[in-house]
């Protein structure tokens, strides 16, 4: 079946560590591709997107993401994450411009 | 911009019984969306409104499921009668019309079913 896929569903760093959460998909065709975060208590918010031109978008807050299109995968990353990062994030996949689907979400926690 | 308002935040019924949530979209967002999110999960989508017209019910249990956009604007989906898997999290969503365009979320109405 098609599907969104995010590889981890937790992960703990330190703050200054650096971050990469990985997003896969199945379909083919046209996808336009975006990262929400949930903070805790908060609703859904658009991290960043990706329907065309260049594959390296960024971000609200430092985060950027890399489209590669022969592994179906968009990223996200950066470079040193910050206590206020806790949260859950949440890739999605908008496929011939019609049918959306999100992936599990990644929940990310940040020690101090 | 006012956001997307969703009303109530939390439900709590009894099996059986009947349930309805309420959704207003931003201002001029022709597209409106409503989504089920069970817990450690990603949402869900139920159904898709392009102003009044349903496009995309596939995934909306009808036995059980209702939604309306009567007028294109505000929206409501109902659950008769509710069951106990019928508990998650009911987010609602509207964005301009097109694929690449974001969505916006509201902050969802959390349902529990006893």
């Known amino acids: 079946a098609q599907s969104v896929s995010q590889h981890n569903h937790h992960v703990i760093l330190s703050e200054a560590a650096s971050l990469e959460l990985g997003c896969n998909y199945s379909?083919?065709?046209?996808?336009?591709l975006f990262w929400y975060v949930q903070y805790p208590g908060q609703h859904l918010q658009l991290l960043l997107k990706?329907?065309?031109?260049?594959?390296l978008v960024k971000g609200i807050k430092g985060f950027e993401a890399e489209f590669i299109k022969s592994k179906f995968s968009f990223n996200l990353r950066k470079p040193s994450v910050q206590w206020s990062d806790t949260a859950e994030y949440f890739c999605?996949?908008?496929?011939?411009?019609?049918?959306?689907?999100f992936g599990a979400g990644t929940r990310l926690t940040v020690k101090p | 911009e006012a956001g997307v308002v969703q009303s109530p935040r939390y439900k709590i019924i009894e099996k059986k019984q009947p349930v309805a949530f309420w959704c207003n979209p931003i201002?001029?967002?022709?597209?409106l969306y409503w989504y089920r999110q069970n817990l450690g999960q990603g949402p869900e989508l139920l159904i898709r409104?392009?102003?009044?017209?349903?496009?995309?019910d596939s995934q909306l249990p009808k036995d059980r499921f209702s939604a309306e956009r009567l007028k294109g604007v505000d929206s409501t989906l109902k659950i008769q009668p509710a069951e106990l898997g019928d508990s998650a999290v009911y987010l609602c969503?509207?964005?301009?019309?097109?694929?690449?365009?974001?969505?916006?979320f509201g902050d969802g109405t959390r349902l529990s079913i006893l």
């Open positions: 969503a509207s964005s301009l019309a097109g694929g690449n365009q974001p969505q916006h």
């Open positions: 379909y083919g065709g046209t996808v336009n």
């Open positions: 990706y329907f065309s031109g260049d594959p």
């Open positions: 999605a996949v908008n496929h011939n411009n019609n049918d959306m689907r």
């Open positions: 201002s001029g967002h022709n597209t």
């Open positions: 409104y392009e102003n009044e017209e349903a496009v995309d």
